[in-house]
């Protein structure tokens, strides 16, 4: 099983990458420019910068929140996807030791410390999600390659769908009393987790709508 989380990780944090690229193609710089753009780069101006334009032509100052929901609703909401989906492959990591000291673990002892019972299956619904999720993204990738505002679009629709599903598996685990719900911090545990899958996904779908509106 920790293979799979590892592939199903990857799978998710690659597939979204790749949709992300193809709205963001990168700059060819005149040659004479190169070595004055490694200099601004240096300076840190030329990073900002070209984060902002990558984020719409963003005016919020760099390192600002601004800054970042103008990302990811420029996005679609998949910039924030790819920042979740990592979550999971450290988790993975750490579950096959390959990173260094034990915060690996504890991030994966955090995950699992949800369930009071059943929690392999759990994972193994979480990993049918993922790996459904990137085939429908390879999908999405053959169908619209080229076409860069209707691969965003519809990856979106899937990530959306996807949180979607998220946001019903653990309420009907909680349903068959899989996850750990008694006691204050226990529900409040819960309840985060499941705030935040909510909200990811209604971000998705305002990215969609947003989208199909546009």
Not at 191 to 206: C, E, T
């Amino acid at each position: 099983m920790k293979l799979a989380v590892l592939i199903a990780a990857l799978c998710t944090a690659s597939c979204t990458a790749i949709n992300l690229a193809a709205v963001r193609p990168k700059p060819q710089l005149p040659r004479a420019n190169k070595e004055s753009n490694k200099v601004l780069a240096l300076r840190g101006g030329g990073v900002v910068q070209g984060v902002q334009k990558i984020c719409g032509n963003s005016k919020s100052p760099g390192f600002s929140v601004g800054l970042l929901k103008d990302c990811i609703q420029a996005s679609d909401g998949l910039l924030g996807v790819f920042a979740w989906s990592t979550l999971y492959l450290f988790g993975a990591l750490g579950w096959l030791n390959l990173l260094p000291g034990d915060w690996g673990a504890k991030l994966q002892n955090a995950f699992e410390s949800i369930y009071r019972k059943q929690g392999e299956l759990g994972y193994i619904r979480f990993e049918i999600l993922f790996i459904l999720s990137a085939v429908a993204n390879t999908a999405v990738l053959i169908k619209f390659a080229g076409d860069s505002a209707r691969l965003l679009h519809w990856s979106a629709i899937v990530w959306a769908t996807t949180f979607t599903l998220i946001v019903l598996k653990f309420y009907t685990e909680k349903q068959m009393g899989w996850i750990d719900t008694d006691g204050l911090g226990a529900r409040l545990k819960y309840d985060g987790i499941q705030l935040f899958h909510i909200g990811f996904a209604a971000w998705l779908w305002h990215g969609v709508f947003r989208g199909t509106a546009a």
